[in-house]
């Protein structure tokens, strides 16, 4: 059943037409991974969904749409593992019979380039991830892409003979086993050979397909269907729950927080590609955080001591709320900049409130009167500093702030720096 809601859930998702009633066949074919000598699988056309698509976005901002033919359940073979030098293979048989989800691009083909295919790929994990189908581990193969690529002379309304690829575990693999393949067979069809139609696997060390097997035509999998499961018939109510579980997908989201909060697109683009940080990051503005401030410090300080300490970034000791009170209390004066990067090193290991580690620390901004003696004393110190500054080399001037900067350990204003110091030379 829960397999079931899963590929219903992202038939839905994908847009897809749903088959108010679905059967299951049985695919004949006789190959190691398979012992038993057929797959459960769903053929012909009543698969759970149909006629469905996915939009990706470019490196240009546009935008494409994929069509999606199907979106089926059927059950998993066991993995075949192909280790040079031994002379053999061997397989694992851990996943054999597991359920699996099958989702099926169109044809014609809408996806025109290997580096299309690698942003479908992405587009689709990250979909598959926010509707919880999936973990989107491909290194693990809980998610494999399998394209099909084929070439045709520019020009040619006649698709030529398509070739598919395994063994592409990251998407940086599916664009570089395309590429490779697409250069391939142009090589093989203007040496005059013919293109034959076969399961290649990815070589990623060698940067190479290797040759697995000839594919078989659809003719010799002698479908027929399966007598040991009973058709799924859905009901529009049923139907309708499912669509109400779906939650707000990755594109949407990114548009979203662009018009809502302001945010760059590019920003926005980081914050959903991982639901979870997104989620973090409206948490933490609905708490009362400014927009682009808790994007620019989720995106930069915190990104940067999760991913040294190799934990997701919703899952550090800081709490939405504490994010939250941090871009606040820069804002209202309390702390500065330079504080606030001490401030959340400390959120990040005892996952306290910024106020909390503000009072035990002592780091609230400077009074301006401590800023005035501490700049007097930069100034009396650094004569000839202030000559070269008074002659005209304004730039010398960073000089001395990055002293008081030091003197004050970060505490004061930068606004007070600059007015007090400019007070102190004109005086001096």
């Not at 219903?8 to 190691?32: D, G, Q, W």
Request: charged share 25%; net charge negative; hydrophobic share 40%.
């Amino acid at each position: 059943a829960a397999a079931v809601e899963h590929v219903v859930r992202t038939a839905l998702a994908l847009n897809c037409e749903i088959s108010m009633r679905t059967i299951f066949h049985r695919k004949n074919y006789f190959y190691p991974d398979l012992p038993k000598g057929y797959q459960v699988s769903q053929y012909g056309n009543t698969p759970i969904g149909t006629n469905g698509y996915l939009d990706i976005e470019k490196a240009d901002g546009s935008t494409k749409r994929i069509r999606i033919t199907r979106v089926h359940l059927e059950e998993d073979t066991g993995k075949s593992i192909h280790s040079d030098g031994l002379g053999y293979s061997v397989m694992d048989y851990n996943r054999a019979g597991v359920p699996l989800m099958e989702i099926v691009t169109d044809f014609p083909p809408d996806v025109e380039s290997a580096e299309e295919a690698r942003l479908y790929a992405e587009t689709l994990r990250n979909i598959l991830l926010y509707l919880g189908a999936s973990d989107g581990r491909m290194e693990q193969g809980s998610l494999r892409v399998e394209p099909n690529p084929s070439v045709r002379p520019v020009g040619s309304d006649t698709f030529g003979v398509k070739t598919e690829l395994k063994n592409l575990n990251s998407f940086r693999a599916v664009q570089g086993g395309i590429e490779y393949e697409m250069t391939r067979q142009i090589a093989e069809i203007e040496a005059g050979r013919t293109v034959v139609q076969a399961t290649y696997g990815w070589d990623a060390e060698k940067g190479v397909t290797v040759l697995q097997r000839v594919k078989e035509s659809e003719q010799e999998y002698r479908y027929f269907p399966e007598p040991d499961l009973i058709p799924i018939e859905f009901t529009p109510d049923y139907i309708e729950r499912m669509r109400e579980t779906l939650p707000e997908l990755a594109l949407v989201k990114k548009n979203r927080f662009v018009s809502q909060y302001g945010l760059p697109q590019a920003d926005a683009l980081v914050l959903v590609n991982d639901k979870a940080t997104a989620d973090f990051y409206e948490d933490a503005v609905r708490a009362g955080g400014e927009p682009k401030a808790v994007s620019n410090w989720l995106l930069g300080e915190v990104t940067r001591l999760a991913n040294a300490a190799n934990v997701p970034v919703a899952q550090t000791r800081i709490i939405p709320p504490a994010l939250a009170e941090l871009t606040n209390v820069i804002a209202d004066g309390t702390i500065t900049g330079t504080i606030a990067k001490k401030v959340v090193e400390e959120m990040f290991i005892t996952g306290e409130l910024p106020s909390l580690i503000i009072e035990r620390l002592g780091l609230k901004v400077a009074g301006t009167d401590v800023v005035a003696g501490i700049v007097a004393k930069v100034v009396a110190a650094n004569p000839d500093v202030v000559a070269k500054i008074k002659g005209g080399n304004e730039k010398s001037i960073g000089f001395l702030k990055g002293q008081v900067m030091k003197e004050t350990k970060g505490q004061a204003r930068p606004d007070d720096i600059d007015r007090l110091l400019a007070e102190a030379i004109a005086n001096g």
